[in-house]
């Protein structure tokens, strides 16, 4: 059977086209698919197959759609088999598209590297002709997403490498009209930029390369607040000295796992400059973390940033979610981490060590010196992520967490905050749309204050907005206005801003989700140590040192030091805790609970 995941998902038998069913056994086949020969665990599965939560019965039918598989393959049924925690289908790379392309891929560098140009594009040619489409098409999920992203990063990859390597080879006039689609299709993208002026100058056009290169660092410096990388600076001056290389200024990049570029990003022009101005990337090991409250767009913020750099770090991207504060799941341990990041980096499994250290050194030695860009997303504390990072090299590295990571040395922080009300308008009309919005600058400037600024809460307004073309602007401020059911109107989906805090809550030791619910209660704005000593019955300092912890959580923020308050959409939450845990205490009797007792009895 041969596997198609390069466009619309197809299996053909014996060159007929195989009916899957559904599209839960479509997606539970994908997710075989992609790690081919290996176990994917059911709870990985679970998360793929189903759009939301899975329901209670998902494991049965997870069951039922593993049997439904077998008989669509028939005589083939054996290749899916129940193995350990999960499943297991058992497949020749070279009959799947996606892990062919990737083979042909690498051997058309090595071709390269040896000098065999013509054999690396006669490969290259060859990997790109699978594709049929947009990978993984119709299948509609946030996990499959985040992998065609990745494919759609590397066929894009693939093209720049063969397009370098048919520049070398004299070709130039034929290419201009490719290169310039791809870069208006992918304007900030400099590697194809480079390729673009570089074929322009040498089929005589210098002016246009000249007019490329500037068009490029506009919009970088319009949208972006940045100025173009140092590559294609230098190609720009070689141009203009018309000193033309033989070879492309870089070699091609190494394999990139970097999550969707969201099309709706807005703001944090300052956020992108300041960061990327921390050291030339490249140079020499930069560690940068952005930390900010549940909803804050950190990670939105690391993906942009993350892209920006990306071309600077040729040898590879790597991707990974740490599941710090992620609803349903433990944080992942550093030690799971570090198994995926070598498989990412391209570590064949036999060579991953099993020992703690022995693992985050070799990690630490596959880093050193190479110029990689790696993401760790969502980290739940300092603890979690100080095994994963480089000792030494030329690698930047981008965190991002709810908590202040100050127990990290040698890394620059960055603590995002909520938007400004111009960001948080601006975000609000691109998601709702400039037609139902554009006559009503203060509706929009009303709705967004109502959802604090916070870009998550705006995004899922906008989205809910968009989405009901009966609904005015004063229905949806109508409907944010109430206190009680705000933080339930923003919620759409799997998206809500009730759960991204609630899991901020739970991660909180037992003392501080104690004043949390104190503070819940309290009806003041703002307070002090001595005001949350008398609300814990507890000593000064020790209600100081909570405080200061929750605000590490960015939990509590800061107008001036010693004075803590909540945000509007926090304070609304807590007060629904301190609430429910009024319910549970009077349910089940005050004096049958110790202090200690009455310190744990919360239904959060």
């Known amino acids: 059977m041969y596997f198609e995941l390069l466009g619309t998902l197809r299996v053909q038998r014996d060159g007929e086209r195989v009916d899957l069913g559904g599209l839960r056994q479509q997606r539970l086949l994908v997710m075989l698919l992609l790690s081919a020969n290996r ?13 939301g939560e899975p329901p209670v019965t998902a494991r049965r039918q997870l069951h039922n759609a593993v049997a439904a598989l077998r008989r ?26 996606a892990h062919r392309f990737t083979a042909m891929v690498a051997s058309a560098s090595a071709a390269s590297a040896a000098g065999r140009a013509t054999a690396a594009i006669e490969l290259l040619e060859a990997a790109l002709a699978l594709w049929n489409g947009p990978a993984l098409s119709g299948l509609n999920n946030p996990v499959f997403e985040i992998v065609a992203a990745r494919f759609e990063e590397n066929r894009l990859a693939a093209t720049e490498r063969l397009i370098g390597l048919r520049l070398d080879g004299g070709e130039a006039s034929a290419l201009v009209p490719q290169l310039g689609e791809l870069v208006s299709r992918h304007p900030l993208r400099e590697e194809t930029r480079k390729l673009l002026m ?42 203009l000295r018309d000193d033309r290389p033989k070879r492309r200024p870089e070699p091609a990049p190494g394999r990139s796992f970097l999550p969707y570029d969201t099309a709706h ?3 944090r022009a300052e956020e992108l400059r300041s960061l990327s101005a921390t050291r030339p990337a490249g140079t020499a090991l930069s560690i940068l973390a952005i930390d900010g409250m549940a909803g804050a767009g950190k990670t939105t913020l690391a ?37 995926r990041l070598l498989l990412d980096f391209g ?26 860009l790696v993401v760790l997303d969502n980290a739940l504390d300092a603890r979690q992520v100080r095994p994963l990072l480089p000792g030494t090299g030329k690698a930047q590295v981008i965190i991002t967490s709810r908590r202040r990571l100050a127990g990290l040395d040698g890394v620059t922080s960055r603590s995002l905050d909520v938007f400004t009300p111009s960001e948080a308008a601006a975000l609000f009309v691109r998601i709702a749309g400039t037609d139902r919005t554009a006559a009503r600058p203060d509706a929009v400037a ?19 907005f968009h989405n009901r073309p009966a609904w005015s602007l004063d229905d949806l401020a109508f409907r944010l206005r109430d206190r009680v059911t705000r933080l339930a109107e923003l919620s759409l989906e799997d998206r809500s801003v009730a ?30 140590a001595a005001d949350a000593a008398l609300l814990l019955g507890e000593p000064v300092p020790e209600a100081e040192r909570l405080l200061e912890e929750l605000f590490d959580a960015h939990v509590l923020r800061q107008r001036a030091a010693g004075r803590y308050h909540f945000h509007d959409l926090v304070r609304e939450h807590a007060r629904a805790k301190a609430a429910e845990h009024e319910s549970v205490l009077t349910t089940f009797g005050r004096t049958a609970l110790t202090p200690v007792a009455e310190l744990e009895c919360s239904v959060g």
């Open 39 to 51: 176990v994917v665990g059911a709870d990985r599965l679970l998360e793929a197959m189903w759009d």
């Open 72 to 97: 669509s393959f028939g005589a083939a049924k054996h290749i899916v088999v129940k193995d350990g925690p999960g499943y297991r289908i058992t497949v020749d790379p070279q009959d799947v598209d």
């Open 198 to 239: 570089l074929a322009l100058h040498r089929c005589g056009r210098t002016p246009d390369a000249l007019t490329v290169y500037e068009q490029g660092r506009r919009k970088l410096r319009d949208e972006l607040g940045v100025d173009p990388g140092a590559s294609i600076r230098e190609l720009y001056e070689r141009i």
């Open 265 to 267: 990003f807005t703001g």
């Open 303 to 339: 993906v942009r940033l993350a892209h920006q750099l990306a071309h600077r770090f040729p040898e590879g991207h790597l991707y990974i979610d740490l599941h710090g504060h992620t609803a349903g799941q433990e944080p992942l341990d550093p030690d799971a981490a570090l198994e």
């Open 347 to 372: 570590l064949a499994p036999d060579r991953i060590p099993g020992d703690s250290r022995q693992r985050a050194a070799r990690w630490r030695a596959e880093l050193a010196e190479r110029r990689v």
């Open 446 to 464: 009303e709705v967004v204050e109502l959802c604090g600024y916070l870009p998550l809460a705006v995004a899922i307004a906008a989205c809910r």
């Open 499 to 528: 759960s991204r805090f609630e899991v901020s809550y739970e991660r909180l030791p037992a003392a501080q989700r104690r004043l949390f619910r104190a503070l819940g209660a309290f009806a003041g704005e703002e307070l002090d």
